[in-house]
């Protein structure tokens, strides 16, 4: 089955205390994102890569790493986690940049205290 | 940077009644996704519209691209109680603005 996995679902944590939020994708995509999600503020990307070792930021990159060492893998790396990136995170994955559909991941639930 | 306006925030309906929700931008946009999200779950892809004055219909769903490609819209005719979620637009080059998602509540 077609479909792009995160883990953990759901994580709590607490301040400064390095994390990591993994996505594969099992459809041989080029591109994959990361996207959290607040109430009241929809989508909002993080990072996104067109291709291996290939990322660049998105709309909010601060306090966020990625890397893609991999086609199907790409992880989200929380150096020192703060309260304000609480959220829900999504990885999506699509064939290629532009034109293409996003598959997206179920969803990481993060608290961070 | 680029932004993307989507209007309204909310929207209750009777079952039955039509539902339409907006997107603008005050930039010329390569393309406009739209997607659905319901509650509890993960954003999902509904259809891409990429040329000038584009409609596009899905059963009671009827997308449309603006003229200037500045502007969107979704639009569900007598709608059901498997809409409720949340319909976001989203522009897309090689990184991705979403509108800020537009609720659906639908009343029995």
């Known amino acids: 089955e077609a479909q792009v996995t995160q883990n953990p679902r759901y994580l709590i944590t607490v301040t400064g205390k390095k994390l990591t939020v993994t996505c594969s994708q099992n459809?041989?995509?080029?591109?994959m994102s990361w996207y959290r999600q607040d109430p009241g503020l929809g989508l909002r990307q993080i990072y996104y890569?067109?291709?291996?070792?290939?990322?660049d930021k998105g709309d909010v990159p601060e306090g966020y790493k990625v890397s893609r060492k991999e086609k199907r893998n790409f992880p989200l790396i929380l150096e020192s986690p703060s309260p304000n990136q609480t959220s829900l995170y999504f990885c999506?994955?699509?064939?290629?940049?532009?034109?293409?559909?996003?598959?997206f991941g179920p969803g990481t639930r993060l608290t961070v205290t | 940077g680029q932004q993307v306006m989507q209007i309204p925030q909310y929207q209750h309906v009777q079952e039955g009644e039509d539902f339409t929700t907006y997107c603008n931008s005050s930039?010329?946009?390569?393309?406009i996704q739209w997607y659905k999200q319901r509650p509890g779950g993960h954003p999902v892809f509904l259809i891409q519209?990429?040329?000038?004055?584009e409609v596009k219909k899905q059963k009671r769903l009827t997308f449309q691209f603006g003229e200037a490609k500045k502007n969107s819209s979704l639009h569900i005719t007598a709608t059901q109680t498997t809409d409720v979620g949340t319909y976001f637009c989203?522009?897309?080059?090689?990184?991705?603005?979403f509108g800020k998602g537009t609720r659906l509540h639908i009343l029995p």
């Open positions: 999506a994955s699509s064939y290629q940049a532009r034109e293409y559909e996003q598959y």
């Open positions: 890569s067109m291709n291996v070792e290939v990322t």
């Open positions: 519209l990429v040329k000038s004055g």
């Open positions: 989203a522009s897309r080059d090689d990184k991705i603005i």
């Open positions: 930039t010329t946009l390569s393309n």
């Open positions: 459809m041989n995509h080029e591109y």
